[in-house]
Antibody, heavy 122, light 110 residues
Framework: EVQLVESGGGLVQPGGSLRLSCAASGFTFSSYGMNWVRQAPGKGLEWVSY????????YYAESVKGRFTFSRENAKNSLAVQMNSLRAEDTAVYYC???????????????WGQGTLVTVSS | QSVLTQPPSASGTPGQRVTISCSGSSSNIGSNTVNWYQQLPGTAPKVLIY???QRPSGVPDRFSGSKSGTSASLAISGLQSEDEADYYCAAWDDSLNGYVFGTGTKVTVL
């Protein structure tokens, strides 16, 4: 089955760290760029990061730059984000999503995981 | 704060046509293609329209997209109760070097 499954969410104190993972299956993971998108409770969608198929090109939203590190391990069909210096405003459901399209600027997200909830609170 | 602006809500009775607008700028909609996502309550988003006007297989032809200049629109014709959801436009932004989502529109079927 073609799917993405996120894991690693939970409750963390402000200033703390957390590592999220996204496991891909049912497709050739190494052929696709991937995005992370988050959604704060009751709010809209916010793009967080894009990572190219080989992991050699990464784009970040300003809101997470310098605090979040994105990576992928194609041999294990997995995507990860290391989140440091977490803030209350990072509280959200984090989705990984597969990128389709001929270029980075002409892309759409055609496969989404179910999301994992990160709560930053003392 | 999103750079793509949508009306917060839209509504219609079953069978009606509803249109959702998405306003951007030359660095996003004006330069790149627009996509639309549907998010049903409690679920992950799903792509509804990509590359301005294209429907993925499985998406009913009641959904259509258009783009003109720095704005785009999603139309839902023959509105059905299962169309009650949040809808988001999205596009790459060349100035921000990132993918941007619209503010989202909640569609209610009366």
């Amino acid at each position: 089955e073609v799917q993405l499954v996120e894991s690693g969410g939970g409750l963390v104190q402000p200033g703390g760290s957390l590592r999220l993972s996204c496991a891909a299956s049912g497709f050739t993971f190494s052929s696709y760029g991937m995005n992370w998108v988050r959604q704060a409770p009751g709010k809209g969608l916010e793009w967080v990061s894009y990572i190219s198929p080989r992991g050699d090109s990464i784009y970040y939203a300003e809101s997470v730059k310098g605090r979040f590190t994105f990576s992928r391990e194609n041999a294990k069909n997995s995507l990860a984000v290391q989140m440091n210096s977490l803030r209350a405003e990072d509280t959200a459901v984090y989705y990984c999503a597969r990128v389709r399209g001929p270029t980075v600027t002409v892309q759409w997200l055609d496969l989404w995981g179910q999301g994992t909830l990160v709560t930053v609170s003392s | 704060q999103s750079v793509l602006t949508q009306p917060p809500s839209a509504s219609g009775t079953p069978g009606q046509r509803v249109t959702i607008s998405c306003s951007g700028s030359s660095s996003n909609i004006g330069s790149n293609t627009v996509n639309w996502y549907q998010q049903l309550p409690g679920t992950a988003p799903k792509v509804l329209i990509y590359s301005n006007t294209q429907r993925p297989s499985g998406v009913p032809d009641r959904f259509s997209g258009s783009k003109s200049g720095t704005s785009a629109s999603l139309a839902i014709s023959g509105l059905q109760s299962e169309d009650e959801a949040d809808y988001y436009c999205a596009a790459w932004d060349d100035s921000l070097n990132g993918y941007v989502f619209g503010t989202g529109t909640k569609v209610t079927v009366l």
